[in-house]
């Protein structure tokens, strides 16, 4: 299938349509021409530091209107994934105080104290991250309990380059404790997979787009659907060489995109 029969386009966000609060040229054109056609396009992000209606709040400061139903981050998959493999159980959460709010009102057991009835921790990207929250991770991971972690990103894009992300902290407290999580997002193909089950799409009809290869094409390329990666983040076309993983596309950035689609 074309580029221009697609109906569902999967997007992950900072570096793809926007860094910090700038927005990317072209992205409203490509959000207009994708609603225009009767497609969808859908937020797929890593970053756990937010909830969804935080990011409601941050698009509409950049200048584009969403709702809940339009994204989908790892938290949410994180939650899906606790809630059926270990249900009532209680998780020391390490993340920022939304993480945690989100947790607790999917109806997730979670405590930021350490407790003898702490059956695992369930760890996000957290820029309110201080020493005592990895203290209370190292000593934790002394036990042998279940450890998950959202997303396994290395850094996250800022306006002046890259701060450390979920996955940097997860490789600091492996230096420290030997222990690894069970990462869920991107590259994971679960958020894909909830994606086209949500809305009724077949693989055919989806496409994900993104500026990391070991995240966001890795996943759409593990959930079997075409990827176009971009070149306006984090992931260079060095990067793309030493790659195992290739996208079925290579564009500049989203208005590119824009330009392919409405070809």
Known sequence: MSLSEKKLFLLDMDGTIYLDSELFDGTMDFLREVKARGGRYLFLTNNSSKSASAYVDKLSRIGIESCENDFLTSTYATILYIKDKYPGRRFYALGTESF??????????????????????VMGNDNELTFKKLEDACKLLLRDIVYIATNPDWVCPTAFGYVPDCGSVAEMLWRATGKRPTFIGKPEPEMIYLALEKFGYKKSEAIMIGDRLYTDIASGYNAGIDTIFVLSGEGTLDDLKSSEVKPTYVMQNIREVYNKIKD
């Open 100 to 121: 945690v709010n989100e947790l607790l009102k999917a109806g997730v057991d979670v405590t930021t104290e350490l407790s003898d009835d702490v059956f695992g921790i």
